[in-house]
């Protein structure tokens, strides 16, 4: 039997600190002082609105008490953590049904962190290299009959932070222990402990990324400003690619000692990105409102 007093309002607000408090209590003064493209200004305006009566809402009574429940609308906004939590649950689930019942490995490959200013300004592109040019890499390793000789599976989570955090663009494959025989027939099973020599894959990783970079250039599909508007000139792009391929590219591959789900569990980070208060000295917020003194950033 509903015991709530008759006509009581109940509150679906939990009273904890989260991001949207934040973002409402020191939003106007962040973007006071700091430059933000469009999609960092209306991320912030999304999280700060979200589940608000600025975005409507329903309300709720209850047939026996009367009681009123009010439940506002949600942004759907992809860096919104209180929105993202059902699609993130649905695509683990997905990827769990995928999972095999053999062996797997965790493979990571990075971007160095000179490509991360072109990054910013092309994240699109550079992201979609990074995918083709991992799995490229895997797919031929796994087709070299020195290795496998057949078709491997691979499920890849991108993450452009790092635990700091900071731009740092890597990609988390979770590739299958064995491979698909080229017509079909059978399931090559791989050693259990040892996928593709890692070196191997960074040269070869390196040669295709760069190749798909200059690809991209000639057709004109980099854009080039600020930091980075040196490079828009050939000879200037040339050279940066020459920097690129004089250095050794990080790629790490090791069998996850929790088995497939812990790679899996990477993807609760893909669903959201990185919109932190880092405090200069210290930050304390209490029942009078009261905080230290802050150096907010905003990384995405």
Not at 283 to 300: C, E, K, L, N, Y
Request: charged residues 15%; aromatic residues 8%.
């Amino acid at each position: 039997m509903c015991t709530v007093p008759r006509g009581t309002a109940v509150s679906t607000t939990a009273p904890r600190l989260e991001l949207a408090t934040i973002v409402r209590r020191y939003g106007d003064a962040y973007r006071r002082t700091h430059r933000l493209a469009r999609v960092q200004r209306r991320a912030l305006h999304a999280i700060e609105t979200c589940r608000t009566a600025a975005l409507g809402g329903h309300r709720k009574t209850c047939d026996h008490c009367d009681g009123v429940r009010l439940t506002y609308n949600s942004c759907r906004n992809r860096h919104c953590p209180k929105c993202q939590t059902l699609v993130k649950e649905r695509w683990l689930a997905a990827r769990r049904a995928d999972l095999l019942p053999i062996p797997y490995f965790h493979v990571v490959f990075t971007l160095p962190h000179s490509l991360n200013a072109l990054a910013q300004g092309n994240p699109r592109v550079l992201y979609t290299l990074l995918f083709r040019a991992a799995a490229d890499t895997l797919l031929t390793f796994g087709r070299d009959a020195r290795h496998l000789g057949g078709t491997i599976g691979i499920t890849a989570i991108l993450h452009t932070w790092g635990q700091n955090p900071s731009q740092h663009l890597h990609l988390h494959c979770l590739v299958t222990g064995g491979a698909l025989a080229a017509d079909g027939s059978q399931w090559i099973a791989g050693r259990s402990s040892f996928l593709f020599p890692v070196r191997a894959l960074s040269t070869v990783f390196r040669a295709k990324y760069l190749a798909g970079l200059q690809r991209v250039y000639a057709a004109g599909a980099l854009t080039f400003a600020g930091g980075t508007a040196h490079l828009a000139s050939p000879r200037a792009f040339t050279g940066f690619l020459g920097q690129l391929r004089a250095i050794d590219w990080i790629v790490y591959a090791k069998r996850p000692f929790a088995g497939p789900e812990q790679v899996l569990n990477l993807g609760r980070y893909t669903h959201r990105v990185v919109l932190s208060m880092i405090a200069s000295s210290s930050i304390a917020t209490g029942a009078s409102g009261s905080a230290g003194r802050t150096t907010p950033t905003m990384t995405a």
